[in-house]
Nanobody, 114 residues
């Protein structure tokens, strides 16, 4: 069975850093990424990474967040965090050979507050 488990969320002060991890298992994955959803808002794309290592970051996090990947795990290094970054962060992965199928992790809470 396919499983994505996020970790690393928590409470951090503005300007601080946090590193999220997503451990994926049960399949061979193609593009993976991070999304986030704040209360009352739609889920939005944060960053994606292909099997070859090509990345794409949303304008709102560019220069502050960095997505990376190693084996079955995808990471999101978050620096210079702002209150606007507060949200539940979700890991997403597409299945190799069938990119129409996407799986989601359970989400991890990130709270940026003074």
């Amino acid at each position: 069975q396919v499983q994505l488990v996020e970790s690393g969320g928590g409470l951090v002060r503005p300007g601080g850093s946090l590193r999220l991890s997503c451990a994926a298992s049960g399949a061979i994955f193609s593009t993976m990424g991070w999304y986030r959803q704040a209360p009352g808002k739609q889920r939005e794309l944060v960053a994606t990474i292909t099997p070859g290592g090509s990345t794409n970051h949303a304008d709102s996090v560019k220069g502050r967040f960095t997505i990376s990947r190693a084996k079955n795990t995808v990471y999101l290094q978050m620096n210079s965090l702002e209150p606007e970054d507060t949200a539940v962060y979700y890991c997403n992965a597409r299945i190799y050979g069938d990119s129409r199928i996407a799986y989601w992790g359970q989400g991890t809470q990130v709270t940026v507050s003074s």
